[in-house]
Structure formats: structure tokens, C-alpha cells
């Protein structure tokens, strides 16, 4: 206990001591119009798509809770390592999206840098985009905006292996939830409030289809409206989609970032397994149903703890200085 809580302070100060080598100011002088040129690709995309918000919200999640942000789940090509990518891993394959949103943004990006755009000497690191475009995307669907600081470099490298451990699957209970997000530096809270990220976005059949026809604390009205559309027999509708937030909140607000997931869970209207075990209707008062009860009945409290972790999130283990590449296509390791 007393070792394993040290070890969490330990990480907390090292996260703290190379977030210190990232700044608010990085690319002010490279390339002043960075930030308003990512936040207008933004934007195009989720007018075109509201789903993108959360697409690249998820992108930026799952390229730093794999070797830390540093752009790994971008890349698409093996490299002379030999080294199968990210993209291919469980919580990826067939179902992370946004990849085509971040090669727009890069290109703009780069092209409204100072310098010419050369193809030798790209400017901005993708995973320095993927965090900015994480941020706007919540800003864009009226969630809580926090600073982003910049530097990150990318990696020259990714790990399918690394993925497959370090992403969390949607049949984990709280104590592996807590003991994936503690292992990143995250208190529960953290987790507890990162959760809401599913306050957008959508989910497969395949995600949800065991708890569907598996679990008693789920909503019957919810679970029969979802059946019709994922059925329990073989594979059928697998990729079949449904909305992880319900949005059953009066008056509706579909598609918003807010704090409806909390009520829905409090409503057993979790859509994964991993959204429900945060609230047990039947106990009511818990380590986790307290602080879901507290998001549910305080936007804010939410907004402040999301924007808290998601500060967290963006400084893990990032690569800067002369480490990594800054990489002129997101999905190659070769400039
Ligand atoms: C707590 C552990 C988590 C688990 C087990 C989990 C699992 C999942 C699963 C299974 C899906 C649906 C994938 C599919 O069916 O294609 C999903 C979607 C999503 N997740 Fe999570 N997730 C977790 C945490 C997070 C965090 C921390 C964030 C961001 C801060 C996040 C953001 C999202 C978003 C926005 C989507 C929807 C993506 C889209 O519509 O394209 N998740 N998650
Ligand atoms: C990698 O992704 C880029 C765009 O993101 C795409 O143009 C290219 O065809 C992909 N390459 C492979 C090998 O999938
Ligand atoms: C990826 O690169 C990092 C930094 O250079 C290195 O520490 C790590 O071992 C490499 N991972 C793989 C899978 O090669
Ligand atoms: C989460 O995991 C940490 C580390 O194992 C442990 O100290 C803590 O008690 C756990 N929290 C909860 C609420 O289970
Ligand atoms: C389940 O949800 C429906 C529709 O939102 C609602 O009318 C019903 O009261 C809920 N059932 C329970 C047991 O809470
Ligand atoms: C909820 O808590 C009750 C009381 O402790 C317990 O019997 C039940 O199994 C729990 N339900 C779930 C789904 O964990």
C-alpha cells in the first residue's frame, strides 16, 4: 500500500517533470497561426459530422495510453523494425476513425506555417495536433476547454503489443478500470470522470452486445430499444451502431458533451459493461456511485475534473527535445 501509493506520486512528479519541457508557446514563432488553423479543421469536420468530436476525442486517448502521447496509433506503415502498428490492435481495428480529419489539419497546418512548407522540415508534431484536436472537438460539442502545451515530438515507432495491454476493453469491472488508469498515473476520480468522454460518440454492437442480453442492471426499455438493432444470435449486426450516451435528458440535447452519461448510468443506461459497473443502482453510495452522484448533479464538478485529467493525459510520457521526429505524413515514420 504504502509502496504502491509512493510509486503513484513518483509517477505523478515524472509526469510533472517532462510536462515542464512542453509549452503554451511553442510554435509562436514557427508558426503563430497553429492553433487557430487546428481548431478551424476541427470544426469543418464536426459541421460535416458531429461524430468526429469524438473520434478524434478517442484518437487522442488511445495514442497516449500507448507509449505515451507521442502520435504511435497514427502510424500505418511497418517499419524497418518490423514492428506491426497500432491501428491493427484489439481496441483499434475496424473502429477508430478520424485518421483522414488529422492528415487535413496536418497539411493546412503546416502549409500556414512561416517557414515554406518543405517536406524535409515539417513544423508541428501530429501528436501535438491530436491533443489540440482533442481539446476543440470537446469545446466544439460545448464541453470544458483547458490548456494544451505543446512540443511533443513523435515517435519513430509503434507498438501493436503495447496497445493490446494498455487499452482498456469494454468487460472490465472497476478494479481493472482503476488498475489500468492507476498504472497511467490517474486517480479514480480521473477515471471516474475521463469515463464521460462516452458522453459522445457511438459504439458497435459487438462493444455492448454481451451485456445486452447478459445483465439485469440495464434499463428494459433501453435494452429492447438497442436489441432491435444488435441482435444475440451469431455475429450478426456487429457493426451495427448505437449512441454510448442516450441523451435522454430533458429537454434532449443529442450529440452535446455534458454531463447526461452520469445521469444515464444513474438510470442504468450505460451502453458498455465498463459505463455500468461505475454506478450499481442497488448500493447506491459507493467509492464510485459518490462521485458519479456528484457529476450527475454537477456539470461543473465534471467539466473541472475532465479538463484536470484530460491535462494529465496530454503530458504522458510525451518525447521531446531531440527525441523522436516531428513526421511530415501522420501515418509514416519516413519524412
Ligand atoms: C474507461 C475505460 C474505457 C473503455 C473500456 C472504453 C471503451 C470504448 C469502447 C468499447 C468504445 C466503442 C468502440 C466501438 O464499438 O467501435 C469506445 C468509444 C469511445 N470512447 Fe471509450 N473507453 C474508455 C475510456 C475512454 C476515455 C478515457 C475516452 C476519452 C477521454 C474515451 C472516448 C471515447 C469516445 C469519444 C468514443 C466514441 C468514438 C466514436 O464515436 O468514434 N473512452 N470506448
Ligand atoms: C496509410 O494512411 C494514409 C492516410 O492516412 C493512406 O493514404 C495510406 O494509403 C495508408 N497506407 C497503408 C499501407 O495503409
Ligand atoms: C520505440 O521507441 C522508443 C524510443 O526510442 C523505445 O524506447 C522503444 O523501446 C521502442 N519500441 C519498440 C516497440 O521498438
Ligand atoms: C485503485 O487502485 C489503487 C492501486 O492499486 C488502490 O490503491 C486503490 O485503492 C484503488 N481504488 C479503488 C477505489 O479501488
Ligand atoms: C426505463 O426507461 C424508460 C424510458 O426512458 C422509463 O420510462 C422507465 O421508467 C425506466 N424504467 C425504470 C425501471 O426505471
Ligand atoms: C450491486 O450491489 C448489490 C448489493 O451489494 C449486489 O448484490 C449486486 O450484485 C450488485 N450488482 C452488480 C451488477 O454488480
Known sequence: MASSSLSVVLLLCLAGAVSAQLS???????????????????????????????????????????????????????????????????????????????????????????????????????????????????????????????????????????????????????????????????????????????????????????????EGNINATFATKLMANCPQSGSGGDTNLAPLDDDTATPPNPDMFDNSYFLNLRAEKGLLHSDQVLFNATVASGATEDIVNNFASNQAAFFNAFASAMVKMANLSPLTGTQGMVRRVCSSRTN
Open 24 to 214: 503554451l508557446t511553442y510554435y509562436d514563432k514557427s508558426c503563430p497561426s497553429a492553433l487557430t488553423k487546428i481548431q478551424a479543421g476541427v470544426a469543418a469536420a464536426v459541421s460535416s459530422d458531429r461524430r468526429m468530436a469524438a473520434s478524434l476525442l478517442r484518437l487522442h486517448f488511445h495514442d497516449c495510453f500507448v507509449q505515451g502521447c507521442d502520435a504511435s496509433v497514427l502510424l500505418n506503415d511497418t517499419g524497418a523494425d518490423g514492428v506491426a502498428n497500432e491501428r491493427n490492435a484489439f481496441g483499434n481495428v475496424g473502429s477508430l476513425l478520424g485518421f483522414d480529419v488529422i492528415d487535413q489539419i496536418k497539411n493546412d497546418v503546416e502549409s500556414a506555417c512561416k517557414k515554406p512548407y518543405s517536406s524535409n522540415n515539417p513544423v508541428i508534431s501530429c501528436a501535438d495536433i491530436l491533443a489540440v484536436a482533442a481539446r476543440d472537438s470537446v469545446v466544439a460539442l460545448g464541453g470544458p476547454t483547458w490548456e494544451v502545451k505543446l512540443g511533443r515530438k513523435d515517435s519513430t515507432n509503434a507498438s501493436m503489443a503495447l496497445a493490446n495491454r494498455d487499452l482498456p476493453p469494454p468487460f472490465l469491472d472497476v478494479a481493472g478500470l482503476n488498475a489500468s488508469f492507476v498504472g497511467k498515473g490517474f486517480s479514480f476520480t480521473d477515471m471516474v470522470a475521463l469515463s464521460g468522454a462516452h458522453t459522445i460518440g457511438k459504439a458497435q454492437c459487438q462493444s455492448f452486445r454481451s451485456r445486452l442480453y447478459n
